[in-house]
């Protein structure tokens, strides 16, 4: 049972969640009136299991600074309970199962832009830019805008406006939400040497750049109903998250504690996407 777990953990749930939340938004959008069940379940399943691929090799592949970090010394890779070899079939498994769903049962375009999400997050991302610039979060914050797109994609089987608006909604909302992170867990980063942007040009910094990606984040986020993808009360909605978003993240110029404004910051984060999902679905 522990090494079921073990493996079922080295897939980053909580990451396969919060990303299947934006597939579901995406998907609606893109159906409008016209949900299919059971094309959106395979979408949904397909997903699921190209971000758990992608999270296995992102596991494996930075084991040796997660034993640095104290969040995540306790991973099944680090403690090597499960072998490098047996990791890489699972990793394959997962992958070679999800690129059969998206590929064969849903459509060839969502699958390509799956395996771009994968490929950005695999080798640009986790082999290279994380490491060694601080613009890794830049890189990695264009796989995680992916799923939406794929959402979409599944339903309409094209890459149009609404697409590009997607990407845009979660590309300018990761970057405060990743950033909120490296504040109050600067200390991890710190000593396993990543360059976020906390640590390389420190926290007031940090906490400008997060203001100046809610802007467009807003803009962003209104758009669908601007271009006739939701309505009026998607709009006011967008605007008002967008809005209070950046409020809270000025009173962080103000605040006694960075660690636990930004941990408000990250949760207000969470929260707004989740929101904005189900207005997309509902509106």
């Known amino acids: 049972m522990t090494l079921i777990k073990d493996y079922y953990s080295l897939t980053k749930p909580g990451i396969i969640y919060g990303n299947s939340v934006t597939v579901l938004g995406g998907y609606f959008l893109g159906s409008q009136t016209h949900f299919h069940f059971l094309s959106f379940l395979l979408t949904f399943v397909g997903m699921a299991l190209i971000i758990a691929c992608g999270c ?19 991973r099944p890779s680090v403690r090597g309970v499960i072998s490098v070899r047996n990791a890489m079939i699972y990793a394959a498994i997962l992958g070679i199962a999800g690129v059969c769903i998206l590929g064969l049962l849903v459509n060839l375009l969502t699958l390509l832009i799956a395996l ?20 890794g979060t830049a890189v ?10 794929v959402g979409y994609c599944a339903a309409t089987n094209s890459f149009d406006m609404g697409a590009v608006i997607l990407f845009l909604i979660l590309y300018f909302w990761q970057m405060p939400h ?9 200390k991890d980063y710190s000593v396993a040497k990543i360059p976020v942007l906390s640590v390389n040009k420190g926290i007031y910094h940090t906490k400008i ?20 993808y939701a309505g009026l009360l998607y709009l006011i ?33 969470v929260m707004n996407i989740m929101v904005l999902c189900l207005m997309m679905s509902v509106t």
């Open 209 to 228: 750049r997060m203001l100046a990606y809610i802007v467009p984040f807003t803009i962003a986020a209104a758009m669908p109903a601007v271009f006739g």
């Open 56 to 74: 296995v090799l992102n596991n494996y592949i930075d084991r040796d600074i997660d034993r640095l970090m104290k969040r995540t010394k306790n």
């Open 178 to 186: 990743f950033f909120a992170i490296t504040i109050f867990r600067i």
């Open 140 to 149: 990695g914050a264009i796989s995680g805008a992916i799923p939406p797109v």
């Open 237 to 269: 909605v967008a605007l008002g998250i967008g809005v209070a978003w950046f409020c809270l993240g000025v009173r962080g110029f103000a605040a006694q504690s960075d660690v636990i404004w930004s941990r408000k910051m990250f949760m207000f984060s």
């Open 116 to 135: 771009f999400g994968l490929f950005v997050y695999v080798v640009l991302y986790s082999l290279w830019f994380k490491r060694r610039s601080q613009f």
